[in-house]
Protein backbone atom coordinates (compact mmCIF):
# COMPACT_ATOMS: atom_id res chain seq x y z
CA UNK A 1 0.00 0.00 0.00
CA UNK A 2 1.29 3.54 -0.61
CA UNK A 3 0.55 6.78 1.91
CA UNK A 4 1.84 9.93 2.00
CA UNK A 5 2.23 12.58 5.08
CA UNK A 6 2.15 16.09 4.70
CA UNK A 7 4.01 17.59 7.45
CA UNK A 8 2.38 20.71 8.64
CA UNK A 9 -1.42 21.48 7.05
CA UNK A 10 -0.79 25.57 7.37
CA UNK A 11 2.65 26.99 6.55
CA UNK A 12 3.00 30.78 6.38
CA UNK A 13 5.79 32.72 4.73
CA UNK A 14 6.50 36.38 4.45
CA UNK A 15 6.59 37.41 0.58
CA UNK A 16 10.23 36.61 -0.88
CA UNK A 17 10.98 34.25 1.89
CA UNK A 18 11.88 30.73 1.04
CA UNK A 19 9.20 28.47 0.58
CA UNK A 20 9.47 24.83 1.70
CA UNK A 21 6.26 22.46 1.96
CA UNK A 22 7.40 18.63 3.48
CA UNK A 23 6.04 15.27 1.92
CA UNK A 24 6.87 12.23 2.60
CA UNK A 25 5.94 9.00 0.90
CA UNK A 26 5.57 5.38 1.76
CA UNK A 27 5.34 2.94 -1.12
CA UNK A 28 6.56 -1.00 -1.90
CA UNK A 29 7.52 -0.19 -5.40
CA UNK A 30 9.36 2.57 -7.32
CA UNK A 31 7.05 5.17 -6.91
CA UNK A 32 6.20 7.98 -9.28
CA UNK A 33 5.42 11.30 -7.19
CA UNK A 34 3.25 14.90 -7.78
CA UNK A 35 2.71 17.74 -6.16
CA UNK A 36 -0.73 19.66 -7.35
CA UNK A 37 -1.68 22.91 -6.65
CA UNK A 38 -5.42 24.04 -5.37
CA UNK A 39 -5.91 27.86 -5.73
CA UNK A 40 -9.37 28.76 -4.04
CA UNK A 41 -12.67 27.48 -5.97
CA UNK A 42 -10.51 25.79 -8.44
CA UNK A 43 -9.66 22.24 -9.45
CA UNK A 44 -6.04 20.80 -9.21
CA UNK A 45 -3.25 21.84 -11.14
CA UNK A 46 0.11 19.94 -11.91
CA UNK A 47 3.31 21.65 -10.26
CA UNK A 48 5.35 18.94 -10.97
CA UNK A 49 5.87 15.64 -11.23
CA UNK A 50 9.41 12.67 -10.35
CA UNK A 51 9.08 9.68 -12.67
CA UNK A 52 12.47 8.44 -12.12
CA UNK A 53 14.14 10.31 -14.42
CA UNK A 54 16.45 13.46 -12.44
CA UNK A 55 16.15 13.70 -8.98
CA UNK A 56 15.44 17.36 -8.55
CA UNK A 57 12.19 18.33 -10.59
CA UNK A 58 11.30 21.94 -11.76
CA UNK A 59 7.96 22.94 -12.28
CA UNK A 60 5.89 25.69 -12.79
CA UNK A 61 5.72 29.06 -11.01
CA UNK A 62 9.38 28.57 -9.80
CA UNK A 63 8.59 25.69 -7.82
CA UNK A 64 10.70 22.94 -7.55
CA UNK A 65 11.14 19.31 -5.75
CA UNK A 66 13.91 17.16 -4.80
CA UNK A 67 13.02 13.18 -4.46
CA UNK A 68 15.22 11.76 -2.06
CA UNK A 69 15.01 8.13 -1.71
CA UNK A 70 16.91 7.35 1.20
CA UNK A 71 14.75 9.81 3.10
CA UNK A 72 11.55 8.73 1.17
CA UNK A 73 10.79 12.56 1.01
CA UNK A 74 9.71 15.05 -1.62
CA UNK A 75 9.58 18.41 -0.43
CA UNK A 76 8.67 21.07 -2.20
CA UNK A 77 10.29 24.62 -2.50
CA UNK A 78 10.68 27.92 -3.89
CA UNK A 79 12.99 30.55 -3.64
CA UNK A 80 10.88 33.43 -2.77
CA UNK A 81 7.25 33.62 -2.47
CA UNK A 82 5.13 35.60 -4.28
CA UNK A 83 1.37 36.35 -3.32
CA UNK A 84 -0.61 34.59 -5.54
CA UNK A 85 1.51 31.62 -4.38
CA UNK A 86 -1.14 31.41 -1.71
CA UNK A 87 -2.88 28.21 -1.83
CA UNK A 88 -3.22 24.61 -0.91
CA UNK A 89 -0.54 22.01 -1.91
CA UNK A 90 -0.99 18.22 -2.49
CA UNK A 91 1.61 15.69 -2.62
CA UNK A 92 0.87 12.50 -4.31
CA UNK A 93 2.35 9.05 -5.35
CA UNK A 94 1.50 6.23 -7.44
CA UNK A 95 2.90 2.85 -8.27
CA UNK A 96 5.45 3.09 -11.38
CA UNK A 97 3.55 -0.98 -12.02
CA UNK A 98 1.96 -0.08 -14.69
CA UNK A 99 -0.67 3.01 -16.15
CA UNK A 100 -3.73 3.96 -14.50
CA UNK A 101 -2.87 3.66 -11.35
CA UNK A 102 -5.14 5.76 -8.79
CA UNK A 103 -2.76 8.36 -7.27
CA UNK A 104 -2.59 8.75 -3.36
CA UNK A 105 -2.90 11.94 -1.79
CA UNK A 106 -2.13 13.56 1.54
CA UNK A 107 -3.83 15.75 3.68
CA UNK A 108 -2.83 18.93 1.70
CA UNK A 109 -0.74 21.90 3.31
CA UNK A 110 -2.30 25.43 2.92
CA UNK A 111 0.06 28.36 1.96
CA UNK A 112 -0.24 31.72 3.18
CA UNK A 113 1.80 34.49 2.04
CA UNK A 114 2.59 37.45 4.00
CA UNK A 115 2.67 40.95 2.16
CA UNK B 1 -4.08 23.54 -24.33
CA UNK B 2 -6.39 20.66 -24.12
CA UNK B 3 -8.09 20.65 -20.99
CA UNK B 4 -10.73 18.46 -18.58
CA UNK B 5 -14.30 19.84 -18.09
CA UNK B 6 -16.68 18.89 -15.60
CA UNK B 7 -20.75 19.64 -15.82
CA UNK B 8 -22.19 21.17 -13.86
CA UNK B 9 -19.97 23.19 -11.38
CA UNK B 10 -22.33 23.30 -8.98
CA UNK B 11 -25.28 20.57 -7.69
CA UNK B 12 -27.50 20.91 -5.03
CA UNK B 13 -29.93 18.17 -5.10
CA UNK B 14 -32.35 16.21 -1.98
CA UNK B 15 -30.95 13.30 -0.14
CA UNK B 16 -32.03 9.99 -1.81
CA UNK B 17 -31.97 11.59 -5.38
CA UNK B 18 -29.90 10.30 -8.52
CA UNK B 19 -27.35 12.47 -9.53
CA UNK B 20 -25.46 12.25 -12.66
CA UNK B 21 -22.27 14.35 -12.55
CA UNK B 22 -20.18 14.65 -16.23
CA UNK B 23 -16.70 14.80 -17.66
CA UNK B 24 -15.61 15.40 -20.98
CA UNK B 25 -11.70 14.02 -20.57
CA UNK B 26 -8.74 15.11 -22.71
CA UNK B 27 -9.26 13.92 -26.39
CA UNK B 28 -6.69 11.18 -26.72
CA UNK B 29 -6.72 9.82 -23.42
CA UNK B 30 -7.79 6.40 -22.23
CA UNK B 31 -8.14 5.89 -18.44
CA UNK B 32 -10.34 8.03 -16.90
CA UNK B 33 -10.59 8.64 -13.20
CA UNK B 34 -13.29 10.15 -10.33
CA UNK B 35 -12.05 11.40 -7.11
CA UNK B 36 -13.76 13.17 -4.53
CA UNK B 37 -12.98 15.74 -1.55
CA UNK B 38 -14.59 16.31 1.20
CA UNK B 39 -14.77 19.76 2.71
CA UNK B 40 -11.37 20.18 4.48
CA UNK B 41 -10.92 16.73 3.75
CA UNK B 42 -7.55 15.33 1.47
CA UNK B 43 -8.60 14.26 -2.42
CA UNK B 44 -9.75 10.06 -1.96
CA UNK B 45 -9.83 8.14 -4.47
CA UNK B 46 -13.06 6.65 -6.20
CA UNK B 47 -12.59 4.70 -9.57
CA UNK B 48 -10.68 4.21 -12.60
CA UNK B 49 -12.20 3.37 -15.94
CA UNK B 50 -10.30 2.09 -18.77
CA UNK B 51 -11.43 0.25 -22.50
CA UNK B 52 -15.31 0.53 -21.34
CA UNK B 53 -14.94 -1.65 -17.84
CA UNK B 54 -13.92 -0.35 -14.63
CA UNK B 55 -10.33 -1.33 -13.62
CA UNK B 56 -10.18 -0.03 -10.22
CA UNK B 57 -12.24 1.10 -7.41
CA UNK B 58 -12.13 2.22 -3.87
CA UNK B 59 -13.75 1.46 -0.75
CA UNK B 60 -16.12 4.25 -1.03
CA UNK B 61 -17.36 3.21 -4.74
CA UNK B 62 -19.99 0.92 -3.69
CA UNK B 63 -23.32 -0.39 -4.90
CA UNK B 64 -25.18 2.99 -5.47
CA UNK B 65 -21.97 4.47 -7.72
CA UNK B 66 -21.35 3.64 -11.17
CA UNK B 67 -19.75 5.47 -14.19
CA UNK B 68 -20.27 5.67 -17.45
CA UNK B 69 -18.56 6.30 -20.66
CA UNK B 70 -21.90 6.56 -23.21
CA UNK B 71 -20.22 7.91 -25.67
CA UNK B 72 -16.55 9.03 -27.22
CA UNK B 73 -16.15 11.83 -25.36
CA UNK B 74 -17.83 11.49 -21.92
CA UNK B 75 -17.69 10.17 -18.88
CA UNK B 76 -19.92 9.97 -16.24
CA UNK B 77 -20.57 9.25 -12.68
CA UNK B 78 -23.56 8.42 -11.24
CA UNK B 79 -24.98 7.98 -7.73
CA UNK B 80 -28.33 6.45 -7.48
CA UNK B 81 -29.44 7.34 -4.10
CA UNK B 82 -27.88 10.32 -2.77
CA UNK B 83 -26.73 10.51 1.30
CA UNK B 84 -25.68 13.43 3.07
CA UNK B 85 -21.95 11.93 3.31
CA UNK B 86 -22.04 11.96 -0.70
CA UNK B 87 -21.59 16.19 -0.23
CA UNK B 88 -18.25 16.88 -1.66
CA UNK B 89 -16.10 17.96 -4.55
CA UNK B 90 -16.08 15.57 -7.20
CA UNK B 91 -13.28 15.85 -9.00
CA UNK B 92 -12.75 13.74 -12.75
CA UNK B 93 -9.36 13.00 -14.36
CA UNK B 94 -8.29 11.57 -17.21
CA UNK B 95 -4.46 10.45 -18.70
CA UNK B 96 -2.77 9.69 -22.06
CA UNK B 97 -2.02 6.15 -23.06
CA UNK B 98 0.85 4.70 -21.72
CA UNK B 99 2.88 2.53 -20.75
CA UNK B 100 3.01 4.58 -18.43
CA UNK B 101 0.16 6.92 -17.93
CA UNK B 102 1.72 8.98 -15.02
CA UNK B 103 0.17 12.11 -15.56
CA UNK B 104 -2.99 12.81 -14.53
CA UNK B 105 -4.87 15.81 -15.34
CA UNK B 106 -7.97 17.25 -12.83
CA UNK B 107 -10.95 19.40 -14.06
CA UNK B 108 -12.51 21.81 -12.20
CA UNK B 109 -14.42 19.72 -10.40
CA UNK B 110 -18.31 19.37 -9.29
CA UNK B 111 -19.61 20.58 -5.93
CA UNK B 112 -22.22 18.72 -4.87
CA UNK B 113 -24.32 19.50 -2.22
CA UNK B 114 -27.20 17.02 -0.48
CA UNK B 115 -29.88 18.46 1.69
Avoid at chain 1, 68 to 78: M, P, Q, Y
Wanted: glycine share 6%; with cysteine; net charge neutral.
Amino acid sequence: AQSVTQLGSHVSVSEGALVLLRCNYSSSVPPYLFWYVQYPNQGLQLLLKYTSAATLVKGINGFEAEFKKSETSFHLTKPSAHMSDAAEYFCAVSSTRSGNTPLVFGKGTRLSVIA
Amino acid sequence: EPEVTQTPSHQVTQMGQEVILRCVPISNHLYFYWYRQILGQKVEFLVSFYNNEISEKSEIFDDQFSVERPDGSNFTLKIRSTKLEDSAMYFCASSAPGPPAETQYFGPGTRLLVL
